[in-house]
């Protein structure tokens, strides 16, 4: 295989699909920033007024800030997988995808714009989420670095799923099935809105099974310094999960299966 006249790495068509995706997500903000901000919000204040102080207090704080993160890193994975997912999805069914296929853009560098827009999500997201929490509930970060870590990691492990499911799928019906049978338990079911010590045995086992749950985990750690397992436990196990999910896609768009007529 020949050198490319650009170069080992062509980072202008990289930083050019980047910023497309960057921009298509930042064009319609009251949907893909606003409208997750305002359900976090609602998550919250459901739950405050519903449960308040009755609930008692989670690993040594209060059940809301307990909450908080793990709602925070629910959000964030859904965004990322939306945005990804939406992206090819779209190019899918209006028959554009050739247009990305085309550029002379490497497998990796593919992979690695559309991820970029996922990330990007998931931190605007993330930061608006926090900011908000800070000012209603007085909500610190114990470990910044932590939550910037799991916050990227799990936009890139989402994002990763967002484009295999797309690449899957080929109508929308499909990609809602793929959302609502897979992705939402993932994260519902991963210690959002319960500690996984009171589970039974059994419940316990499925959830460490679960790689959302070492997201939810590691971002609640970062967040109110305490967690159902440690961040370094975590952190090997996502990025074995990540790593096995990027690669699939880079697999898949070097053979173009299901992306080439």
């Known amino acids: 295989m020949g050198v490319r006249r650009f170069g080992s790495v062509n980072w202008l068509g990289l ?3 980047a910023r497309r995706e960057t921009q298509r997500f930042l064009a319609v903000w009251s949907q893909t920033l606003m409208a997750p901000l305002i359900t976090a919000g609602l998550f919250l204040a459901i739950f405050s007024l519903a449960i308040g102080t009755r609930r ?11 909450i908080a993160p793990g709602i925070l890193m629910m959000t964030v994975i859904q965004n990322a997988f939306a945005n990804t997912s939406s992206a090819i999805m779209i190019a899918k069914v209006q028959g554009n995808i050739v247009d990305t296929l085309m550029p002379p853009l490497s497998p990796a560098e593919l992979v690695a714009g559309y991820l970029s827009g996922s990330v990007s999500r998931g931190i605007f997201v993330a930061s608006a ?17 932590w939550v910037l870590v799991y916050v990227v990691l799990g936009s890139v492990f989402l994002g990763s799923l967002g484009i295999v499911a797309a ?20 994260s519902f079911l991963s210690g959002t809105f319960y500690s996984v010590e009171g589970l039974p045995r059994a419940m316990q086992i499925i959830t460490h099974v679960n790689p959302v749950f070492y997201l939810i985990d590691g971002v609640r750690y970062g967040v109110i310094g305490t967690s159902d397992s440690s961040p370094w436990i975590g952190l090997p196990i996502v990025l074995v999960f990540t790593g096995g999910a990027v690669a699939l896609c880079l697999r898949w768009f070097r053979t173009g299966f299901r992306l080439k007529a």
Do not use: E, S
């Open 129 to 145: 989420i926090l900011l908000v929490a800070a000012v209603f509930l007085g909500q610190g970060i114990a470990h910044p670095l």
């Open 15 to 17: 930083r050019t699909l």
């Open 56 to 66: 008692g207090d989670v690993m040594g704080v209060p059940f809301v800030q307990f």
């Open 167 to 186: 690449i899957l799928a080929n109508k929308f019906d499909q990609m809602a099935a793929i959302t609502n049978f897979v992705i939402t338990p993932l």
